[in-house]
Each structure stands twice: as C-alpha cells, then as structure tokens.
C-alpha cells in the first residue's frame, strides 16, 4: 500500500487533477477536505502521511492551519500548494512546517516530484 | 490615458507601473498558456488612473450569458479583478481541459468540476498578477477565493463600475488574452484602490 494522503484544496478540480495524478503515482488518497475545518479535523483523525494544503480556503488560509498542525503535534509532511508564488508567503509556510512548496499552474511531474522528494 | 494619471505619476513613475503589469500579465499569460496548452498573446493593454464618473467600455463582448470570474484581492491593499468569457469561450475551454464525459454530464458533479475549472483558471491567472504585485512593492497581498457570476453582455459595464466606485479614484488596466487554436479573447480587467499609486511611487526611487 502506498503512502497515505489527504487532499485539502476548496476547488473539486483542482482536488480531483491531484487525486488523479498521486494515486497513478502509487499513492493512497484517504480523504480530501474543501475547507481548513475538515482539514484539520481529517488530519487528526486519518493521520496521513502527506497532506497537499491549498493556501487559500474559503475558511481560513493556509498559514494558519499549519500553526494547527505544528500545536496538535502532527506528523504528516505537509506540500503547500498555491496560486502565489511570493516568496514571503513561501518563506512563512515553511517556517511554520511544510515541508515543500508548489505553485499552480503545475503539471502531473512536478506534482509527484515534489511528493516523492517529502515522503517518497 | 486620463488627465488625472499625468498629476499623478511623473513619467518614470509611470513607466515603473508599466512595466511592473506587463509582468504581471506576462506570468498571467504563461499560467493560461499551460492550463490551456495553448499559445497565449496579450494584447490591448490599457492602463489608466482615473476618477471614474462616467461609466467606462470595460468589456465588449456580446453575448447573452457573460462570464465574470471575480477575484478581490486581500491582505494590505485592496482591489478586484474580472476575467470576463463569453459562453461560447466558456465552452471551448471545457473541450480543452475537460473529459468528454464531465462536458455532456448534467449531473452536479459533472456541473461543479466545470464550474471549478473556470474559477480555478481564475485563480491563477489573478495570483499570477498578484504575485508579481507582492514582490515588486512588497506587500502581503492574495487573491481570495473566485466567484463566478453570469449575466448578459448590456450588464457587464454596470456592475463592474458599480464595484470600481467603491475604490474609486482608482487605478484600472485591462488586456485581452488571444489564444489562437481555440480562438478566445478573455478581457482581463483590474481595479486597484489608489493606496496602490503610492507604492509605485515608493518602487520608482528604488
């Protein structure tokens, strides 16, 4: 079985073009969440091996659900992926726990580059 | 080029702003170019610093069911933008990125994935323009999450100066994104609140 992952991103495509692309790469997809409250509540309860976190939520951004991470203790890596590719915004994710970092538009290869290099 | 933009920019100042949303747009137009895979040239760039009294031409396509995507920009400036197709556009877009099975489909969640398709090449072409924003003048700004709204082609003027009042004196640009294979002309228009001419004017004694 391969590594367990939880999707969080508000948009179903964008969610379903990273499903599609982890779980031909061999990964197993165990949850997906639209919004920071079911990430975080999926993220507890599934303990996943990776989470890819869309940095802008309907909810709540990115940031602040890694400080909920980084409190509750979670050992998940964390792929930040985002439409901004300010470097501030990067610098913070990974300060605060990521583990890596992928701008959108990416394709498939990236993606799975990215994942591979956090838990691969 | 209104009046008013010549008082508030010397022409240095100008051309910093100038430059600083060709790059923007730039990055905007490989984004699209790789969602699309499609060869994308910007065209019709048009900015402008203006008290908008009168209500302007920002778009002039015809059609019955206009697509707006609208993104409002958060954090330490504000500002909003509109990335505006037509129906047919719309659906050549479904064609390239989608399976046939998600276009034909009426079910909701064949329904939302298109719909998400279109607010998610929104997103990124707009973060494309906000990112370039961010690092030239160094502010924490993003783009938050996209709307769509669907109206007829006599509407779309109204309620885009409905909003550039409420940021009103204004800076506005707007270019056209020509792709060639499949033939789209997405009007690309943005309304930054004037907050936005002072950094420029910091950027410009860099």
């Known amino acids: ?120 | 080029m209104g009046n008013l933009m010549i008082e508030k920019f010397t022409e240095q100042e100008m051309a910093v702003a100038v430059e600083m949303i060709n790059r923007g747009l730039d990055r905007a137009a490989v984004s699209l170019k790789m969602i699309l895979n499609s060869a994308i040239e910007v065209t019709n760039v048009d900015f402008e610093i203006a008290v908008l009294n009168d209500e302007p031409q920002y778009s002039s396509k015809k059609d019955d069911k206009i697509h707006i995507l609208r993104t409002e920009l958060a954090g330490e400036l504000r500002g909003i933008c509109h990335l505006i197709f037509t129906s047919d556009e719309v659906e050549k877009i479904y064609s390239k990125c989608l399976p046939e099975s998600v276009i034909s489909s009426d079910n909701s969640d064949a329904q939302i994935m298109r719909l998400e398709l279109l607010k998610e090449i929104d997103n990124i072409m707009a973060a494309s323009v906000i990112t370039e924003f961010a690092n030239s003048l160094e502010v924490g700004i993003y783009g938050n999450v996209p709307s769509l709204h669907v109206m007829e082609a006599k509407e779309v003027n109204k309620y885009i100066h409905a909003e550039s009042v409420t940021l009103s004196p204004l800076i506005q640009f707007s270019s056209v994104f020509h792709t060639d294979d499949i033939d789209i002309k997405s009007d690309f228009i943005w309304l930054l609140e004037e907050e936005f001419i002072q950094k420029i004017k910091n950027l410009a004694l860099k």
């Not at chain 1, 197993?28 to 989470?51: R, V, Y």
Request: aromatic content about 4%.
């Open chain 1, 1 to 120: 079985m391969g590594k367990k992952v939880l999707v969080v991103d508000d948009s179903a495509y964008m969610r379903t073009l990273i499903k599609d692309t982890l779980t031909e790469a061999g990964y197993e997809i165990i949850g997906e969440a639209p919004n920071g409250e079911t990430a975080i509540d999926l993220a507890l309860e599934l303990n996943p091996d990776l989470i890819t976190l869309d940095n802008i939520l309907p909810d709540m951004i990115g940031t602040d659900i890694l400080k909920v991470f980084k409190s509750q203790n979670l050992s998940a890596k964390v792929v930040m992926v985002s439409a901004v590719g300010q470097q501030s915004v990067i610098n913070e994710g990974i300060e605060l726990g990521a583990a890596d970092y992928i701008v959108k538009p990416f394709t498939g290869d990236d993606l799975i580059d990215v994942v591979n290099r956090v838990v691969g």
